[in-house]
Antibody, heavy 124, light 110 residues
Framework: QVQLVESGGGVVQPGRSLRLSCAASGFTFSSYVFHWVRQAPGKGLEWVAVISYDGENQFYADSVKGRFTISRDSFKKTLYLQMNRLKVEDTAVYYC?????????????????WGQGTLVTVSS | QSVLTQPPSASGTPGQWVTISCSGS????????VNWYQQLPGTAPKLLIYSNDQRPSGVPDRFSGSKSGTSASLAISGLQSEAEADYYCAAWDDSLNAYVFGTGTKVTVL
C-alpha cells in the first residue's frame, strides 16, 4: 500500500536550518510529483512547495520562496525539504503528499496520499 | 494568506444536511477544478472530493461536491458523528503558481 513517512522535525532556533525527509513506499516513486503542505498549531493547511518527476522544476509559496528548497532522490525514494533561515512563523506540522495527475496536469490535479506529518518548532 | 474563503464552522444534528461554501476567484476556482480534504481530529488530511464532484474509492456517497463560477460547495447528507472534522477546499491558482487551500470549516454534529 501507498506509504509516506516524514521525519526530521524538531526544535530549532530562529535563523537556523533543518532538513525534512519523506520516505515513500508501495508505488513507483519516480512516476509521481510531490508536494509539501504545512499546518501551524491550531491553524489551517498551507501549501509549501511542489516538485516535478525529475526534480528539475519546482514551485514555492511566497512565504518560503528563497528560504526553502524542495528536492528528491529517486534512488532512495525520498522527498526532501531543506529549510533555511527559519522563522518562528514556520512552526508547523509538515506533511508530504503525492500528486495524483503529474506535472503536465498540475493545475487540474489533487493530493491523493498524505504522510502523517512531522512537527517543526522554531523557537529561541 | 488563504485566497479561498470558507465559513469557520458549520453544524447540524444527526441525519441533517450540511453544506460548506468555498469562495475564490477567476485565477483559481474560476479556472481549475476544486478538491476537498477532510481532516479528522489529530490526523493527517485525507482526500474527500476531487475534480469538483468526484469521490475517491471508499468515500461514502453522503459526501458530494459541486462548483459554479468562482465558488464551490461541499454537501454532507445524513450527518453522522463520524463526519465531525475540519474540511478544506483547494485548487491551483494560475496567478500565484501555487496550490491554495481554503480557510477551513469545522463541522460539528450536535
Amino acid at each position: 500500500q501507498v506509504q509516506l513517512v516524514e521525519s526530521g522535525g524538531g526544535v530549532v532556533q530562529p535563523g537556523r536550518s533543518l532538513r525534512l525527509s519523506c520516505a515513500a513506499s508501495g508505488f513507483t516513486f519516480s512516476s509521481y510529483v510531490f508536494h509539501w503542505v504545512r499546518q501551524a498549531p491550531g491553524k489551517g493547511l498551507e501549501w509549501v512547495a511542489v516538485i516535478s518527476y525529475d526534480g528539475e522544476n519546482q514551485f514555492y509559496a511566497d512565504s518560503v520562496k528563497g528560504r526553502f528548497t524542495i528536492s528528491r532522490d529517486s534512488f532512495k525514494k525520498t522527498l526532501y525539504l531543506q529549510m533555511n533561515r527559519l522563522k518562528v512563523e514556520d512552526t508547523a506540522v509538515y506533511y508530504c503528499a503525492r500528486d495524483a495527475l503529474g506535472w503536465q496536469l498540475l493545475v487540474r490535479s489533487w493530493l491523493d496520499s498524505w504522510g502523517q506529518g512531522t512537527l517543526v518548532t522554531v523557537s529561541s | 494568506q488563504s485566497v479561498l474563503t470558507q465559513p469557520p464552522s458549520a453544524s447540524g444534528t444527526p441525519g441533517q444536511w450540511v453544506t460548506i461554501s468555498c469562495s475564490g476567484s477567476n485565477s483559481n476556482i474560476g479556472s481549475n477544478p476544486v478538491n476537498w480534504y477532510q481532516q479528522l481530529p489529530g490526523t493527517a488530511p485525507k482526500l474527500l472530493i476531487y475534480s469538483n464532484d468526484q469521490r475517491p474509492s471508499g468515500v461514502p456517497d453522503r459526501f458530494s461536491g459541486s462548483k459554479s463560477g468562482t465558488s464551490a460547495s461541499l454537501a454532507i447528507s445524513g450527518l453522522q458523528s463520524e463526519a465531525e472534522a475540519d474540511y478544506y477546499c483547494a485548487a491551483w491558482d494560475d496567478s500565484l503558481n501555487a496550490y491554495v487551500f481554503g480557510t477551513g470549516t469545522k463541522v460539528t454534529v450536535l
